[in-house]
Nanobody, 123 residues
Framework: QVQLVESGGGLVQAGGSLRLSCAAS????????TGWFRQAPGKDRDFVAA????????FYSDLAKGRFTISRDNAKKLVYLQLNSLKPEDTAVYYC????????????????WGQGTQVTVSS
């Protein structure tokens, strides 16, 4: 079993930055790929970024490329999502997920989820 707890969300002005953290517990965490998704009110949960268990392969959605960076520290059991150049449309609840998905962008292929952290970007 893996438990995930996100933190680092908040209110930020457009153009600002935030760093989200995902703290994991469970001995098998380092075996899993980890991803970040986000969900705005009334919308689907969208893929943002993912990294493999070593952290040396990363995957980004088009919305994240060039602005967001995913990283992980297996020794500390932490996964980070650095958010830069934030826009009001980035406002959403951001979720951390872990699993062994065949397709990293599909949320239903992840086994473990955190409760989410709210990111609000004001214009």
């Amino acid at each position: 079993q893996v438990q995930l707890v996100e933190s680092g969300g908040g209110l930020v002005q457009a153009g600002g930055s935030l760093r989200l953290s995902c703290a994991a517990s469970g001995r098998t965490f380092s075996s899993y790929l980890t991803g970040w998704f986000r969900q705005a009110p009334g919308k689907d949960r969208d893929f943002v970024a993912a990294t493999n268990w070593r952290g040396d392969s990363t995957f980004y959605s088009d919305l994240a490329k060039g602005r967001f960076t995913i990283s992980r520290d297996n020794a500390k059991k932490l996964v980070y999502l650095q958010l830069n150049s934030l826009k009001p449309e980035d406002t959403a609840v951001y979720y951390c997920a872990a699993g062994l998905p065949r397709d990293v962008i599909l949320s239903n292929q992840y086994n473990y989820w955190g409760q989410g952290t709210q990111v609000t970007v004001s214009s």
